[in-house]
């Protein structure tokens, strides 16, 4: 998960002419663009002529208006998926009416809008909760766009997109893995090397503080941050298989097992930055490309968003340290894929359904992780000869990692994730690591069971 709160400035000659054409008006937590009194025809946006962005061909016919629900403000995939949406209005022959909403609260709002009068098309992610929503029969089933994209995709990205049912029910359009970032000047200067075992990370950081700066960056302000040290840590000691199990309520967190995640993390907070619960992801990447007061710090490749948008050669990322157990070589890595759903009923299914065509093409895709480079294209074909080191290095670990997850919020029921969840648990462990680890684990797992039977 991605959280949109303060955007970074950006003056890379691609995205600042692009956002330039695009940020027409201001956009708020639910800003929405106005409706026009009449189905234009698509024209080629300033953005897509001017930035070096592919240019489509316009489509011979039109297929009219079509709405999106879109979980993106911040400056940078905002200008992503605005321009993305640009190339599909002219290639598709349609016109999307966009409502721009932040991320959180589309994350947690997203079981009532689906059950009330949702967009058409919903800017969404894999796992879990695509899988109940479509069980749950408020997701159209999309047998027929797969049957002209499947080419385009592999088999993993495939099986991503079916609900449990066999059925399609998901576009991907881009995915991301998690990393231990750093910037690749202080590492030079301080003459750091990437750490391969967890005894390695650790006599880097125990350095690191010799030398002033605070070893690992974090924030947990947002909630979800935190969730992501969990899935590692978990992954690297205990599985990827008991990992997902222990999501899907399979395996209980009173497990041994889990109480040693939260011991071996406890070891690590002494080198993370304190305070996390008060701080947002942006200022804690800040803090590691902007200000060089942190070492590293753990988060999605969207980390480089923080960076300054001039100097992304910079930024750099390697994968989390091995543990020394059995399931090193799993080398198991959360890698979220993000990409668009059909709601039910959607008002115009043609236009909608031309559009989950259009986003599935090198074209499209290449438009969108053009602007926001922290993504890889979800594609087989994509175009990878505009890609960054930053989107090379990120294609590198995704392909080097033996068991993918999506996350902890996508790889469990939304309320047990969500504020009230996981959340807030792990803020409580965060803000008192030394607490009896059998109640908290006990307090977890009897929330858990208090949710009865998933419903959404």
């Known amino acids: 998960m991605r959280s949109t709160v303060s955007a970074p400035k950006r003056s890379a000659a691609i995205v600042s002419v692009a956002v330039a054409a695009l940020m027409v008006g201001a956009v708020g937590v639910a800003a929405q663009s106005p409706a026009p009194s009449a189905t234009p025809v698509p024209t080629l946006p300033p953005a897509l002529v001017v930035s070096g962005l592919p240019v489509?061909?316009?489509?011979?016919?039109?297929?009219?208006?079509?709405?999106?629900?879109?979980?993106?403000?911040?400056?940078?995939?905002?200008?992503?998926?605005?321009?993305?949406?640009?190339?599909?209005?002219?290639?598709?022959?349609?016109?999307?009416?966009?409502?721009?909403?932040?991320?959180?609260?589309?994350?947690?709002?997203?079981?009532?809008?689906?059950?009330?009068?949702?967009?058409?098309?919903?800017?969404?992610?894999?796992?879990?909760?695509?899988?109940?929503?479509?069980?749950?029969?408020?997701?159209?089933?999309?047998?027929?766009?797969?049957?002209?994209?499947?080419?385009?995709?592999?088999?993993?990205?495939?099986?991503?997109?079916?609900?449990?049912?066999?059925?399609?029910?998901?576009?991907?359009?881009?995915?991301?893995?998690?990393?231990?970032?750093?910037?690749?000047?202080?590492?030079?200067?301080?003459?750091?090397?990437?750490?391969?075992?967890?005894?390695?990370?650790?006599?880097?950081?125990?350095?690191?503080?010799?030398?002033?700066?605070?070893?690992?960056?974090?924030?947990?302000?947002?909630?979800?941050?935190?969730?992501?040290?969990?899935?590692?840590l978990n992954m690297r000691m205990n599985g990827y298989q008991f990992h997902e199990d222990l999501l899907a309520g399979k395996e209980k967190w009173t497990d041994p097992r889990v109480a040693a995640v939260f011991t071996e993390w406890a070891k690590l907070l002494p080198y993370m930055d304190t305070q996390a619960t008060g701080r947002q992801w942006q200022d804690a990447a800040k803090k590691v490309f902007i200000d060089k007061t942190a070492g590293m710090m753990f988060l999605g490749t969207f980390a480089a968003q923080a960076a300054d948008q001039k100097n992304l050669a910079d930024v750099g990322f390697f994968p989390f340290p091995l543990m020394g157990t059995q399931f090193d070589s799993e080398n198991a890595i959360d890698a979220p894929i993000d990409g668009f759903v059909l709601s039910a009923n959607p008002k115009n299914p043609d236009a909608a359904k031309a559009f989950l065509r259009c986003v599935a093409t090198a074209p499209a895709e290449r438009t969108y992780v053009q602007i926001d480079s922290g993504n890889v294209a979800a594609v087989s074909n994509a175009d990878t000869s505009a890609y960054t080191q930053l989107q090379k290095d990120a294609a590198s670990v995704i392909a080097g990692a033996g068991k993918i997850a999506q996350y902890l919020d996508r790889d469990t029921r939304s309320d047990f994730a969500g504020p009230s969840g996981m959340q807030l648990f792990l803020q409580k462990f965060l803000e008192n690591p030394n607490q009896d680890m059998t109640a908290f684990l006990g307090g977890i797992q009897a929330y858990y069971d208090s949710l009865g039977t998933e419903g959404q």
């Open 56 to 232: 489509p061909s316009p489509a011979a016919a039109q297929l009219g208006d079509v709405s999106a629900l879109i979980n993106e403000t911040d400056q940078v995939p905002y200008s992503a998926v605005k321009a993305t949406i640009d190339y599909c209005n002219v290639a598709a022959g349609i016109n999307v009416q966009a409502n721009y909403v932040q991320h959180e609260t589309v994350q947690n709002s997203i079981s009532q809008r689906l059950t009330s009068t949702p967009e058409d098309i919903i800017k969404w992610f894999a796992g879990h909760r695509l899988r109940t929503f479509a069980d749950a029969g408020l997701l159209a089933n999309i047998d027929d766009v797969w049957a002209d994209i499947g080419a385009n995709y592999s088999d993993a990205f495939k099986e991503a997109s079916k609900g449990t049912d066999g059925h399609y029910y998901f576009v991907p359009i881009l995915n991301y893995p998690w990393v231990v970032n750093y910037s690749k000047s202080l590492f030079a200067e301080k003459g750091y090397t990437i750490p391969k075992t967890i005894d390695e990370f650790v006599a880097l950081a125990q350095q690191m503080q010799k030398d002033g700066l605070i070893p690992i960056s974090f924030a947990d302000q947002q909630g979800w941050p935190a969730q992501g040290t969990f899935d590692i």
